[in-house]
């Protein structure tokens, strides 16, 4: 596949993980892989809408396994929803140990980008409908998530207003 054939709404990267992305256990540090995550999500969401996006939030972000210096790491992001101006992108995070070819699937998460204008202000994003059944679980799973972000949203407004009250 070429980056011709690359379907607008998906994006992959590949970094290796150097030495200067170790904690103090040698390891990759975690806060190196979300800064990735971001930059993952932010051309991803950016390349669909043809906009700048910012990013508004960020879920479930689960470290399975640790990461190890000298793995390759690979994101692979799609847009898996998209409101009026916010898109849902999913990243699954794989790394490979480059001697025993081993891959293993080390992180999910889910961004919520949305598409700004030139005063940074939220604006219309091209609407994402699933094509294929992975497209359309991803899809429906993101509306849960999305329905379960706002009834937490609201959930919590109401008890602040209570405690101010
Ligand atoms: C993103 C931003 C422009 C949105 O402005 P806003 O006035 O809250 O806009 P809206 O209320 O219209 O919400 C915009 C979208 O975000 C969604 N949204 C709002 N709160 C959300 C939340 N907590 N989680 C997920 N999505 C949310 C809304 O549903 C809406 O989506 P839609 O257009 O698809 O329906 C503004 O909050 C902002 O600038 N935030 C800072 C972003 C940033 O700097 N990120 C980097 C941090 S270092």
Same mark, same amino acid.
């Given at each position: 596949?070429?980056?011709?054939?690359?379907?607008?709404?998906?994006?992959?990267?590949?970094?290796?993980?150097?030495?200067?992305?170790?904690?103090?256990?040698?390891?990759?540090?975690?806060?190196?892989?979300?800064?990735?995550?971001?930059?993952?999500?932010?051309?991803?969401?950016?390349?669909?809408?043809?906009?700048?996006?910012?990013?508004?939030?960020?879920?479930?972000?689960?470290?399975?396994?640790?990461?190890?210096?000298?793995?390759?790491?690979?994101?692979?992001?799609? $847009?898996?929803?998209? =409101?009026?101006?916010?898109? @849902?992108?999913?990243? /699954?995070?794989? %790394?490979?140990? &480059? *001697?025993?070819?081993?891959?293993?699937?080390?992180?999910?998460?889910?961004?919520?980008?949305?598409?700004?204008?030139?005063?940074?202000?939220?604006?219309? $994003?091209?609407?994402? =409908?699933?094509?294929?059944? @992975?497209?359309?679980? /991803?899809?429906? %799973?993101?509306? &849960? *998530?999305?329905?379960?972000?706002?009834?937490?949203?609201?959930?919590?407004?109401?008890?602040?207003?209570?405690?101010?009250?």
């Amino acid at each position: 596949m070429t980056l011709m054939d690359i379907p607008q709404h998906q994006l992959t990267m590949t970094v290796l993980m150097t030495p200067d992305t170790a904690n103090f256990s040698g390891n990759v540090h975690g806060g190196a892989i979300l800064k990735l995550l971001d930059e993952v999500a932010y051309a991803c969401a950016s390349r669909y809408a043809a906009r700048y996006v910012v990013t508004m939030s960020v879920d479930q972000v689960i470290f399975r396994q640790p990461i190890h210096v000298g793995e390759l790491v690979t994101f692979l992001a799609s $847009v898996n929803h998209t =409101g009026t101006s916010s898109m @849902e992108i999913g990243i /699954r995070v794989v %790394a490979e140990n &480059i *001697r025993t070819q081993e891959k293993r699937h080390v992180n999910s998460c889910y961004f919520t980008m949305v598409a700004v204008d030139e005063n940074r202000k939220p604006t219309p $994003v091209p609407i994402f =409908g699933p094509q294929n059944d @992975e497209e359309k679980r /991803r899809h429906s %799973a993101a509306e &849960i *998530r999305k329905n379960a972000r706002i009834r937490a949203n609201n959930q919590l407004n109401a008890q602040k207003a209570l405690t101010i009250n």
